[in-house]
């Protein structure tokens, strides 16, 4: 009560003070009062807000009309109509069968001919007998067989890592990896010309991204010094700035193989860390296979994180991430496709084992294969009006149209009901269309290939359109000559030279 | 009326204990308080859901239960920093200069309180996922830092793989199949659907999988959560408006993500909610710019996973037709499981499934293999094999792993010849009906559909969790136990997923167990009457005293 109620000595100063004050100050305070009262009983300002009755209401849900969920594409769209026309029936191994007709196969990425491997095959069947087909449920909830726990360590041993942890699919590998480290208002620094699970990573992320030019180390740096004289000046937020690079050990859309010596000068320098995707380089760079850090020879401990895909040279599924335990481990509660999916079907895990069985056993299979990624380097380098992308040891070699030096150099009469076409279906991208009449040119002659696809409008940066050859280690000399012979011929043909 | 419906409602309100009304964290409604949409009665009157109250003792000794493992945690991280106590788990190292790569407070839960019960995790098992499993033995020396594993092994009863129809198997029909296509196909297709990896069994499947689904055309991704987060980008974009059900799985919320999109969430399964905020957005467009959205997507799943809870996809069908929105069907817990053609949701409801405009739905669970699809009109579907992600990213589908959803739902489909398909639905169904009916019996507090194939048992404390786990195991019986954050905080429960491999004999040796073990653990919570209903559709709702 004392306190809600002034004692009476209270009362008698407040009285004194009214009796003693200057009478502006009454006034004054008297205005302050009305004032008050006014504000209170005044109308609140309204900025025309609009309330809407049930009838208005019912009226716009019925006026709205929603775009259609997606875009008309027709039947004989362009990319359906190839799909369609050009089925493989069985193994895609290096002949295969496309509509009835044996063709030797340049397009899957059989870089060690793992996919024809008959030993491969009765791994997976083996486990097929003691494991079914699917895993029926993700890793924590009795997903995990033995078989998987096997490949994890072989992995790791392998790549000579502390730990590696499995995906069930290549593409989610990298894209889980990214996020799982990489939170909003982290930096990352990323190549322009990164393939497209490492750029959904990026958007999952949500940090600041940061592209440089592709393979560009100034560039690099200057965005690294950029970074540096931002974090000078709130020194508090770079205190808690995480920064991460993430590059690819063999870029899939160009081909050439990232300067690592450099980037990992520039690690250290900047304090970043480090991300490669080997999913190109895994199983195909270095003396033994294990990438991009063995073809440079440095140290795994060099790098944070590796991941890769067990799609391409592995000639399996799923992918994995390997590196020091204490970054790894961290992907077995944070990885969100490790974590939320099914695990890889035990057969492939299998499969896969086997793989690096033949892998580990066979000694001179990656000197074989850079020595004919080289000579079909070469080949493909001679052919007039195209251009070969990638370092030479790589086992995709991106062909592209040369710049052409005159208008002559393209049959103009081809061009004209390619775009036609292709201005249908690709907007601006009627090379493509172009490329596509060689691919058929060499399909009739008994050589399967394929356009590398992107997104055209998802893509952060669109490489050249190019035909993508994958080297196969099993294509004999006679092989090569001739799949040669036809790509050239068919370039030749399709271009309008002789 | 359901008698597990009305008449529940009654005495429980009597006792003046409001038994499920409405779940104050996760908005379930239950035991028939969804009569507000009274006008649509056919489906109601067979539907039966239950999301009972917890107990009021239960979360107060829940939440001091966290209490005393945080101050714990934070006690024993006091005396690891100063040294006290040794670091038995793999830290970070201290390099100079770099910012850590995770913050201490992040891995607090981890360290301290899921390494208390993580044997309960990650168990690895060395045989096919079937009704059986032999669960490898591991030891830890060090409590939960480290685990090695022993030679033994140790078979006991699977009620924890998504295995609903059984399909999980090492012989049989499917195997025999996959093992040709193995030895024809190899076990990779080698680039992409649009780089030369489209194979004739691809093909054949996507078929196959859009006949089954009663669609114009599908198509298949090699991975479930891929389909979700490599297709929804597809679908729509900014300026689009996503309506998304708070407990959707973690692959739709990443692919709303990427879409770019507006993702606003509505209460699980609350149709009122939905209908409010579909109404809003409708009327009042972007927000700012008050333009109208290009397009609004519903997402919803068949069956959650956690909560064992289905769709209510009559009146989100009605909201549809209403709003103009259009739906996107994540069934990866339903196809297969349910419906009485195994056909999921849409067909336990009796829907034409030509009125979803997008339906999921994963191969893992019901087809004992993995992948997903995406069914819908041939627009949909051209649209999609031109620019999905997965269409132009990454390698189809392996061929063995085509080959056993080809062989599983063409017996699903009775295409064998065989009414195996069939008998093997009606056999889920059944084992669902009984095994749920028998625990609310046992009384414990059981969440979900009486016809959804995934029973969560609320257990509520971690340590109750944990302990549950083990000494299912310990008696043959192996199950999943989860917690926070994949449920609300004090709502930790085991999980049990039904299989039509599972015999009435097992569905009554794993009762017991549970049984057994409930009464040891004291987690018989539940005070709503028990529900009655019968195994037999036609029955269902008839008593069975």
């Given amino acids: 009560m004392m306190a809600i109620i002034p004692a009476t000595w209270d009362m008698y100063d407040m009285l004194q003070a009214v009796i003693q004050a200057p009478t502006y100050h009454l006034i004054f305070e008297a205005l302050l009062i009305i004032l008050i009262v006014k504000l209170v009983f005044s109308k609140a300002y309204a900025p025309d807000k609009t309330i809407l009755t049930e009838k208005e209401k019912d009226e716009l849900i019925e006026e709205w009309k929603p775009e259609p969920l997606v875009p008309d594409t027709p039947d004989d769209h362009p990319l359906l109509r190839s799909m369609e026309n050009n089925i493989i029936t069985g193994r895609p191994d290096k002949i295969m069968t496309i509509n009835g007709k044996s063709v030797i196969n340049m397009a899957s990425m059989n870089f060690l001919g793992m996919l024809g491997d008959e030993s491969i095959e009765v791994a997976a069947q083996k486990a097929l007998s003691k494991y079914g087909v699917g895993s029926c449920g993700p890793r924590g909830f009795y997903g995990t067989m033995d078989v998987h726990l096997e490949l994890e360590d072989r992995l790791a041993k392998f790549m000579q890592a502390e730990e590696a942890i499995l995906y069930s699919y290549g593409f989610a590998t990298i894209a889980s990896a990214i996020p799982a480290y990489s939170k909003r208002g982290d930096v990352i620094f990323v190549d322009e010309g990164v393939c497209f699970a490492i750029q959904k990573g990026l958007v999952a992320s949500r940090s600041v991204i940061k592209y440089f030019k592709h393979n560009d180390m100034a560039d690099l740096e200057r965005l690294c010094l950029e970074q540096q004289k931002e974090d000078k000046k709130l020194p508090k937020k770079a205190k808690v700035t995480r920064r991460f690079l993430v590059v690819e050990g063999l870029y899939a859309k160009h081909g050439d193989i990232c300067p690592l010596p450099k980037l990992v000068e520039l690690k250290w320098k900047y304090k970043l860390r480090i991300f490669i995707e080997e999913s190109f380089s895994f199983g195909v760079l270095g003396d033994n296979g294990r990438g991009v850090t063995e073809h440079f020879n440095i140290k795994l401990d060099e790098v944070d994180l590796v991941a890769a895909c067990l799609e391409n040279a592995v000639g399996g599924a799923g992918g994995f991430c390997c590196g020091k335990k204490y970054i790894v481990d961290h992907q077995r509660l944070s990885g969100l496709g490790y974590c939320f999916s099914a695990s890889l079907p035990p057969m492939l895990a299998s499969g896969a084992i086997q793989s690096l069985n033949i892998i580990e056993n066979d000694q001179s299979l990656f000197s074989r294969l850079h020595q004919k990624s080289e000579k079909i380097h070469k080949e493909l380098s001679k052919i007039e009006g195209m251009r070969v992308m990638g370092d030479k040891v790589a086992p995709i070699k991106h062909l592209s149209l040369a710049e052409p030096s005159d208008d002559r150099s393209l049959d103009n009469r081809t061009i004209e009901k390619i775009t036609q076409e292709a201005s249908q279906a690709f907007g601006a991208l009627a090379i493509l269309i172009l490329l596509w009449e060689c691919l058929n040119f060499a399909m009739e002659r008994g050589l399967a290939l394929t356009p590398a696809r992107y997104l055209e409008h998802e893509e952060h940066q669109l490489p050249p359109p190019s035909i993508r050859i994958a080297v196969n280690v099993k294509l004999t000399e006679d092989e090569i000559a001739k799949c040669m012979d036809i790509i050239a011929d068919s370039c030749h043909a399709v271009l309008g030279k002789s | ?545």
Avoid at chain 2, 9 to 29: A, C, D, F, P, R
């Fill in chain 2, 1 to 545: 009326m359901a008698p597990g419906g009305e008449v529940n409602l009654e005495t429980v309100n009597t006792n003046g204990k409001i038994n499920g009304k409405v779940h104050y964290s996760n908005g379930h409604k239950t035991n028939g308080t969804h009569h507000k949409y009274g006008h649509d009665l056919d489906w109601r009157s067979s539907w039966w859901e239950s999301f009972e109250e917890t107990p009021l003792y239960a979360a107060v000794w829940t939440y001091l239960g966290y209490g005393l493992l945080v101050l714990v945690g934070h006690i024993r991280d006091f005396m690891r920093n100063i040294g006290i106590e040794s670091q038995k788990s793999c830290t970070e190292p201290k390099l100079p200069g770099f910012v850590p790569l995770y913050q201490s407070w992040e891995s607090f839960y981890t360290r301290n309180l899921y390494r208390r019960i993580r044997d309960c995790w990650n168990r690895p098992i060395c045989s096919v996922a079937g009704e059986y499993m032999d669960v490898m033995e591991r030891k830890t020396y060090d409590n939960g830092w480290n685990f090695e594993l022993t030679d033994k092994s140790q078979r006991v009863m699977n009620f924890g793989s998504y295995n609903y129809l059984g399909f999980s198997e090492n012989k049989g029909p499917c195997k025999d199949a996959v093992e040709i296509v193995t030895s024809q196909y190899g076990i990779t297709s080698g680039g992409s659907r649009q780089e030369l990896g489209y194979l004739d069994i691809h093909k054949e499947l996507d078929d196959l999988v859009a006949q089954y689904l009663g669609v114009e055309a599908a198509m298949t991704v090699p991975m479930g959560f891929a389909t979700n987060s490599m297709n929804m980008p597809c679908l729509v974009s900014k300026g689009c408006l996503i309506f998304s059900d708070e407990l959707n799985h973690a692959s739709l919320v990443l692919g709303s993500r990427l879409t770019g999109a507006t993702i606003k969430t509505y209460k699980h399964n609350d149709m009122e909610d939905l209908e409010k905020k579909l109404k809003q957005a409708v009327v009042h467009g972007q927000p700012r710019t008050h333009r109208p959205w290009k397009k609004i997507l519903i997402v919803v799943e068949g069956v959650w996973s956690m909560e064992g809870s289905v769709v209510c996809l009559p009146e989100v069908l009605r909201l549809k037709k209403k709003y103009k929105a259009y739906i996107y069907l994540d069934e990866a817990h339903s196809i297969g499981a349910m419906g009485p053609r195994g056909r999921g949701v849409v067909d336990y409801f009796g829907i034409d499934p030509r009125d979803i405009d997008i339906m999921m739905g994963t191969f893992t669970k019901s087809f004992g293999s993995a992948g997903g699809y995406i069914g819908g009109t041939r627009k949909l579907i051209n649209h999609l094999r031109c620019n999905s992600h997965a269409a132009v990213y990454s390698p189809s589908m392996p061929p063995p792993v085509a080959q056993q959803i080809i062989s599983s739902m063409k017996i699903i489909m009775g295409k064998d010849g065989t009414g195996e398909g069939l008998r093997r639905v009606q056999q889920l169904k059944t084992n669902i009906r009984y095994f749920r009916r028998r625990l609310h019996e046992l009384g414990y507090i059981i969440y979900g559909n009486r016809d959804s194939p995934v029973v969560p048992l609320l257990i509520y404390y971690p340590a109750r969790a944990g302990c549950f786990s083990r000494e299912c195991l310990k008696r043959g019986l192996g199950t999943v136990v989860v917690g926070f954050p994949a449920t609300p905080i004090i709502e930790s429960r085991a999980r049990f997923c039904l299989s039509a491999a599972h015999t009435r004999e097992m569905v009554d040796k794993a009762l017991d167990i549970i049984d057994e073990v409930g009464t040891l653990l004291k987690l018989k919570y539940s005070r709503m009457e028990v529900p009655q209903w019968c195994e037999d559709d036609k029955n269902a709702n008839v008593p069975i005293h």
